[in-house]
């Protein structure tokens, strides 16, 4: 495969395609789901939530709150939540440990509440399957995430906080975790996420005197560092769900309303190079390689393009399209190898060196017998595929190969001699004049 990467371009190209390549490229991935009556709206939305919680003080012994909530109107009923709770411990070296200088705040079982709030009816948990499983490790078969709700837990003014660490997964199907924050009133109480130097922040505070419009949500891997900073004011309620393997699909890149693309640490980086006056000075094309396999030459694969893009690939689409780039997903021609020890190879103009042969859009398996009763210019074979000579600057190169043309020849020596080709991320990027 050709390279081109100019000196201006080379550190800034070689940093986002490692990036990229990396898991710290979709290590976290969060949004808002806005509460309203109107189910008008295209957008996922969410009516008020009900908790209802085992309350050994009520009349009944059993006490309610309706989210969103004003401070000033429903104090009392966010003080006995409080008061019912426990204090939340952590663990370290296998125990639970009460420690309020490391952490304070408090906690409900599941066992002890209920809420009418599901992560699933939402789309909460298709995007995270989508966005985070690919890169969550060697799961053969898990497509799919299972939440399971964890607990209730509450910082609240002054001071409630939970200083840096890393969660210990309960099982081995454990891959992360999601924490959803109700609609209240509370300033503070940043949620940090970091891996491998990068960072996310998470701030969904609104402060009194403002209405709480949005039920927030995050996800991350289990062995993200995170911390929750201060609440200075209000209460900050939240649900967290351990997240596990499962078996199960997807069809959400590009098209997953719960999710802020600007919560994934990759749109930064990609940003902040686009900001860069020294990158792609005069524009271009930039390459990024699928690195996730798809039957990107068959029907069915080529309908399910690109919903079914995921991990890194679906943050990569997702972005470039955040940021009002055209991105397409293109086949790109291997001219350099031939399947079924065929011998048969298209020499290159050199014109052509540091170019690629790429086609004008993915399709099925092209045959041409073009020139087979005997010599055919390899450029003619070429135009029976579909496609023109690019000049790319490659992130990251792709590296799934599917047969998508064949050149069948007859006479003395009859036979097929097949190409492959790579599916890729092709995005045409705009002068730094025009960024």
């Known amino acids: ?240 769900y351990n997240l596990y393997y499962v078996p199960g699909v997807g069809d959400l890149a590009g098209n997953s309303p719960v999710m802020d693309v600007t919560t994934l640490a990759l749109y930064h980086k990609i940003n902040a190079a686009l900001g860069e006056s020294t990158f792609m000075t005069k524009g271009g094309y930039l390459g990024v390689g699928c690195q996730h396999a798809y039957a990107h030459s068959t029907p069915k694969g080529i309908s399910s393009l690109p919903g079914v893009l995921k991990g890194s690939d679906m943050a990569v689409y997702s972005v470039f399209k955040a940021l009002g780039l055209d991105v397409t997903i293109r086949p790109v021609l291997q001219l350099d190898e031939s399947g079924d020890g065929c011998s048969l190879v298209i020499s290159v103009n050199e014109d052509h060196l540091d170019e690629d042969f790429i086609g004008h859009s993915l399709s099925e398996l092209v045959i041409t017998e073009r020139g087979g009763n005997g010599d055919c210019p390899g450029q003619l074979i070429l135009n029976e595929f579909g496609g023109s000579w690019m000049s790319v600057n490659w992130l990251t190169y792709p590296v799934h190969d599917e047969y998508n043309l064949a050149h069948a020849t007859y006479g003395n020596e009859p036979g097929v001699n097949y190409f492959y080709s790579r599916a890729a991320l092709i995005v045409k990027v705009p002068s730094a004049g025009e960024r």
């Open 1 to 240: 495969m050709a390279s081109r990467k100019p000196e201006m371009i080379k550190d800034l190209s070689q940093e986002l395609g490692e990036f990229i390549k990396s898991k710290s490229s979709t290590f976290a991935c969060g949004g808002s789901i806005p509460v309203t009556h109107s189910s008008d709206s295209d957008r996922p939305s969410v009516g008020t939530i009900a908790l209802r919680w085992d309350s050994p003080n009520s009349t009944n012994g059993i006490s309610k709150l309706v989210f969103p909530i004003d401070n000033s109107k429903h104090g009392g009923n966010i003080t006995k939540l409080i008061a019912d709770c426990q204090p939340a411990s952590f663990g370290y070296k296998g125990e639970s440990v009460l420690d309020d200088t490391y952490r304070k705040a408090t906690k409900m079982d599941r066992s002890d509440f209920s809420v009418d709030f599901c992560p699933y009816e939402l789309g909460i948990i298709d995007t995270i399957a989508q966005m985070l499983l690919p890169n969550a490790g060697n799961h053969v078969g898990a497509q799919g995430v299972k939440a399971e709700l964890y607990k209730l837990n509450i910082y609240g003014a002054p001071s409630g906080f939970f200083k840096a660490h890393v969660d210990t997964p309960r099982s081995e199907t454990q891959f992360g975790s999601l924490v959803v924050s109700l609609p209240c009133q509370y300033v503070g109480g940043q949620l940090i996420v970091r891996h491998a130097g990068q960072s996310v922040v998470f701030d969904w505070g609104v402060p009194s005197g403002l209405d709480s419009k949005n039920v927030s949500w995050a996800a991350f891997y289990s062995d993200c560092e995170h911390e929750v900073s201060e609440v200075t004011e209000g209460h900050r309620i939240t649900l967290t």
